[in-house]
């Protein structure tokens, strides 16, 4: 790794390195695991997951020109399987794959890009997930004051997530010969269906109750709604993929978002939907 800017978060008394590789930050997944049992055999083990495979492809394929998708995909039909293993230095030497670091030395260890990084926080546990992103959004504030940068935190917990969303709509949902026109409506649709299961109402009842704000009703949502609203967009897709019809993916996902944001807070602010008739 080449040596870059260093510095640390603590999250939950665990104390975690950031480093700047390129123009990237990088985010120690070696010190993340040292409060959880299992320790660094949970990132290789988490490297086995299938639909981790596929989130670590879409984001080399969206970030990365030089990722090496035919090796991506072999590696994507191997995963699941019983004799499937992955550990970060393999992924990175059979796809190019840039979001990953694998490194010895003083600073060794696995990193992983934030957006990453954050994924495996998730899988880690959604309450540390949470502490993890205030504690680097603590960190950017900082740097940001210093130096006149923006990290944009929304841009960052959604990117990567909705690619996985409209992917598994567009191959799902959409049929092949409807226009551009319908195929908005049905993307429209399915946002509206994660809105309902995390706000309790559509995009255009938001602006009907709220006609003098502007942008739309997740420019207005807290970071704790971003984050379950980035993993309601994933769970979706694989609704979606499962043939599951949107009714019954509406209710799972409100179980689901209640669930998540009562570990997140206090008092949250979402009601179980009535049941269908």
Known sequence: MSKGKKAAIEVKGTS???ITHGKEDFISLSDMVKSFDGGAALIEQWL????????????????????????????????????FYLSAKKWIET????????SAGRYGGTYAHRDIAFEFG?????????????EF????????????????LHRTLAKVNYRIHTDSIKENIIPPTITKEQARLIYANEADLLNVAIFGKTAAEWRQENPDL?????????????????????LNAEFIRMNLPPAERLKKLNEIA????????????????????
Do not use: C, H
Request: no cysteine; net charge positive; charged share 25%.
């Open 48 to 83: 086995r997951n299938k639909n981790t495979v596929e989130f670590l492809g879409i984001w080399e394929q969206i970030n990365n020109p030089d990722f090496n998708s035919p090796e991506f995909e072999g590696i994507k039909n191997e995963a699941g399987t019983n004799r």
């Open 16 to 18: 975690i390195t950031v």
């Open 122 to 134: 998730s899988w880690l546990s959604p309450e540390f997930k949470l502490y993890l992103i205030k």
């Open 137 to 152: 959004q603590r960190l950017k504030d900082d740097e940001n004051s210093r130096l006149s940068l923006n990290w944009d």
């Open 258 to 277: 209640i669930t998540q944001l009562k570990s997140l807070l206090p008092t949250p602010q979402i009601k179980k939907l009535p049941k269908q008739k």
């Open 214 to 234: 502007k942008g739309n009703i997740r420019d207005y949502s807290t970071i704790e709604q971003l984050l379950v609203l980035s993993n309601l967009e994933s």
């Open 95 to 102: 796809t190019m794959a840039k979001g990953l670091i694998a």
